[in-house]
């Protein structure tokens, strides 16, 4: 089992859509990273959390850390919403470990 | 303050070639990563540092990848020789390193293998 698991693997959503992307992660892991990597392989950190909800902009990011789970949200979804979205799970204590999932290809579609 | 850097941002080489990347992270952070993401796949960590020290290099292909972090602030990874499979994007990242800090990426350097 991947420590980080990720889905869907491909979204395609018409714009002002609600969009959701989901997040599994192993036991261990106290931090949970949501990051966006457009075209050209450029990644930049939307959200880290350990617990509750945090919201910047049209996105929101929860995570449930009994269930192991956290979720991207994107309200109105508009085309340069278009990505990837990739979640990676922080070790705690000594080793910091840093370990992503295998990413959500979005497209919104105008 | 100035983000990570990364270069070259582009490589092209022969298989069997060798090929070094560089990285500097953000000043002060003592955590430094490595990451080889190949087209249509999340990032592996093949690498991380804490200051000059290896916490855990488990998935670097030690045979033909090497890297340093000598003064526990930049660092180089290497590629010798080459291989097809190696074409990839490889990223860097840093965080502090104290708790449940963010993580700050480079650009990452595209390399392609022919």
């Known amino acids: 089992k991947n420590e980080v698991e990720q889905s869907p693997q491909n979204l395609t959503a018409q714009e002002g859509e609600f969009i959701t992307i989901n997040c599994s992660y192993s036991?261990?892991?106290?931090?949970l990273h949501w990051l966006q990597q457009h075209p050209g392989g450029g990644i930049v950190s939307l959200f880290m959390l350990s617990s509750g909800k945090k919201k910047h902009g049209r996105l929101i990011a929860t995570i449930n850390i009994q269930e192991k789970h956290s979720s991207l949200h994107i309200t109105a979804s508009h085309p340069r919403d278009s990505a990837v979205y990739i979640c990676a799970g922080r070790y705690g204590g000594a080793t910091n470990k840093l370990i992503f999932g295998t990413g959500t290809l979005l497209a919104v579609q105008p | 303050e100035a983000g990570v850097a990364q270069s070259p941002r582009y490589k092209i080489i022969e298989k069997r070639q060798s090929v070094a990347f560089w990285c500097n992270p953000i000043?002060?952070?003592?955590?430094l990563y490595w990451y080889q993401q190949i087209l249509g796949q999340g990032p592996k960590l093949l690498i991380q540092f804490q200051n000059n020290g290896v916490v855990d290099d488990s998935q670097l292909p030690k045979d033909r990848f090497s890297a340093e972090r000598l003064k526990g602030v930049d660092s180089t990874l290497k590629i010798q020789p080459a291989k097809l499979e190696d074409s990839a994007v490889y990223l860097c990242?840093?965080?502090?390193?104290?708790?449940?800090?963010?993580?700050?990426f480079g650009q990452g350097t595209r390399l392609t293998v022919v």
């Open positions: 036991v261990g892991i106290s931090a």
């Open positions: 000043s002060g952070h003592a955590t």
């Open positions: 990242a840093s965080s502090s390193g104290i708790g449940d800090t963010e993580a700050f």
